[in-house]
Each structure stands twice: as C-alpha cells, then as structure tokens.
C-alpha cells in the first residue's frame, strides 16, 4: 500500500501561497494567472510583514529607497 507523501515547501515562505492555492479553485489558466496575481499585489501592497516591522514590502523599499539615498 503506498502512503500519500507531503510535499514540504523548499522555503518556509512559500507555505502561505502554496495553503493559498491549495484552498483556491480556478476555472482556467488566465483565472489562476488574474487571482495569484490578486494575491501578490495584497501581499507586497496591503499585508503587514513582521520582519519588516510590521509594514508592507512596498513601504519597505521606498523607505529604505530614501535612508540610501540620504547616506
């Protein structure tokens, strides 16, 4: 009897878009590209990250765009 293997995401990171898609029924292919592509933009443009303390990656950059602009 074979047992279903788990497929382990390669980086840590990937386990809320991998959950994301699992969860996710998409009717074609451009459906699938329109809702992921949904999902980045919430992710880098709306979604607190606490490594980055508690902003999202988009304000990140511009911030960190300006301290290096600065120096």
């Known amino acids: ?8 995401p390669a980086n840590l ?8 898609l699992n969860e996710t029924l998409f009717s074609s292919l451009a459906d699938a ?16 990250h606490s490594g980055l303390g508690n902003i ?3 304000e990140f950059v511009a911030q960190k765009g300006l301290a290096m602009r600065a120096a």
């Not at 009897?1 to 382990?8: C, E, F, G, H, S």
Request: proline share 14%; glycine share 2%.
């Open 1 to 8: 009897m074979d047992l279903p293997v788990r497929r382990l």
């Open 33 to 48: 590209r329109e809702q992921i592509q949904a999902w980045q933009h919430d992710y880098n443009h709306h979604r607190p």
């Open 56 to 58: 999202p990656p988009v």
């Open 13 to 20: 990171g990937t386990e809320p878009r991998l959950r994301h």
